[in-house]
């Protein structure tokens, strides 16, 4: 368990799965995100989490679920992808599937929380983020965290009938390190 300020953040738990593929099948949960807006089955999702166990055990993606800490319940889904520890960077991807819980604060303080896992755990250097260029608060965000805009994937994917285009981030561990310390 790594502990941040309003969230904590836990390894997947197979029980979880079917709270998980109900929200990436919910439409107003699933409207920004990159890996698209297909129907997930049971079947789909308890793969997804049998696959996460191979891939935290080879080093190459760490997931989380997001707790919110006061009462530990179940907000979202988190977790470094394209982990590479030879050339230390990562990929983050997150979601917050509780709707009453979203635009609360606990995105933010996952992600840098996920982002201190990275750096002081794992030795990354520079983690990555996405977003699509039309989630304005996901780019406001992302740059309000410190990532910085590095570039744009062009009509990258097709999404509600028209193809859309990827903003993408990145922060440095020492740009991380300034802003937010080394830690405690």
């Not at 590479?84 to 960077?89: A, E, I, K, M």
């Amino acid at each position: 368990m790594i502990r941040g300020t309003s969230v904590y953040l836990a390894r997947f738990d197979a029980a979880s799965a079917e709270q998980a593929r109900a929200w990436l099948n919910d439409p107003d949960v699933n409207e920004w995100m990159l890996s698209g807006q297909l129907p997930v089955s049971r079947a789909q999702e308890v793969s997804f989490f049998e696959l996460t166990e191979r891939q935290w055990n080879e080093g190459s993606a760490y997931r989380f679920e997001i707790h919110a800490a006061d009462d530990g319940r179940l907000i979202g889904i988190c977790g470094l992808d394209s982990t590479d520890l030879v050339h230390r960077h990562a990929e983050v991807g997150i979601f917050i599937g509780s709707r009453a819980d979203q635009n609360r604060g606990y995105g933010r303080d996952a992600i840098v929380t996920l982002l201190r896992f990275g750096f002081d755990h794992l030795g990354l250097h520079r983690i990555g983020i996405m977003a699509n260029a039309e989630n304005e608060r996901a780019v406001h965000l992302y740059a309000s965290i410190g990532f910085v805009e590095v570039g744009r994937e062009r009509e990258v994917v097709f999404m509600r009938g028209r193809f859309r285009d990827h903003v993408c981030f990145d922060i440095l561990e020492d740009e991380f390190r300034a802003r937010y310390g080394n830690q405690a």
